[in-house]
């Protein structure tokens, strides 16, 4: 009995231990859009191909010989003609279904702010972006370290804006006098852009600020030189 009690009690530690460790686990929202992104161009184009076979089949098979010709139709039982509505509804919803359960996850983990993640504060004005550091740093440009999710909380001064990041497939509505977010986990050291993705005035095309996932250590060293210099 000591020996079942010793067993059921590592088991549970070690269940616990494992939930710990999934709950903890920092997803990567951007190649899980990807991926979505990519199965429902097979999905589609799967379905796309066998309907065009099937299509070009039956043009050949039931084609009329002759100008005069009128086709006839086997009558259905009912069972048959049940069958033939219902059975491709049902695999069609099957798929539908499918691509919705997977979309919906993939939102979820797009919505969900790792607990660990670095918060770095975006305001938006005519014609810019400017983000505040956890040490209180403020610049015009978005560097992240790599590995470490990254949350943006972000507002406007004076007129509505989209922070669009299309590199990491994310972007947000910002606007004056609400907090809105997205979150990114830079997986690795790249540049890219941060783009307004709305039509906000005069200089909209103009609001394109530079994006850095860098090592920690070079993320760590350019806080610190924007602080002495400031």
């Known amino acids: ?29 951007a190649a899980e859009w990807e991926e979505l992104w990519n199965t429902v161009i097979i999905d589609i184009t799967i379905i796309g191909v066998i309907m065009a076979i099937a299509a070009v089949w039956m043009l050949i098979k039931y084609r009329a010989t002759s100008p005069d010709q009128v086709g006839t139709a086997k009558r259905l039982t009912t ?39 670095i918060e770095i504060k975006v305001t938006a004005y005519q014609w810019y972006f400017e983000f505040e550091y956890p040490d209180g740093t403020e610049t015009e440009e978005l560097k992240m370290p790599i590995g470490e999710p990254v949350v943006l909380r972000m507002t406007s001064e004076d007129v509505l804006h ?30 890219t852009i941060v783009q307004c993705a709305e039509f906000c005035g005069q200089n909209h095309s103009e609001m394109t600020t530079k994006v850095s996932a860098v090592p920690r250590e070079e993320y760590d060293a350019w806080l610190a030189k924007i602080a002495a210099e400031d």
Not at 19 to 24: K, N
Not at 82 to 105: E, H, N, Q, R, V
Not at 166 to 178: A, F, L, S
């Open 162 to 191: 989209n922070f669009g990041v299309p590199e990491y497939r994310v972007k947000e509505d910002v606007m004056p006098g609400r907090i809105t977010y997205i979150w990114i986990n830079p997986v690795e050291a790249k540049e």
């Open 79 to 117: 069972v048959q003609a049940i069958s033939f509505a219902l059975i491709p509804a049902a695999i069609f919803m099957a798929d539908d279904f499918y691509l919705a359960a997977k979309g919906w996850t993939v939102w979820n983990a797009y919505r969900r702010v790792p607990e660990n993640a």
């Open 1 to 29: 009995m000591r020996n079942f009690l010793t067993a059921m009690t590592a088991l549970s530690v070690g269940a616990m231990a494992s939930t710990q460790a999934f709950a903890q686990e920092v997803r990567n929202p």
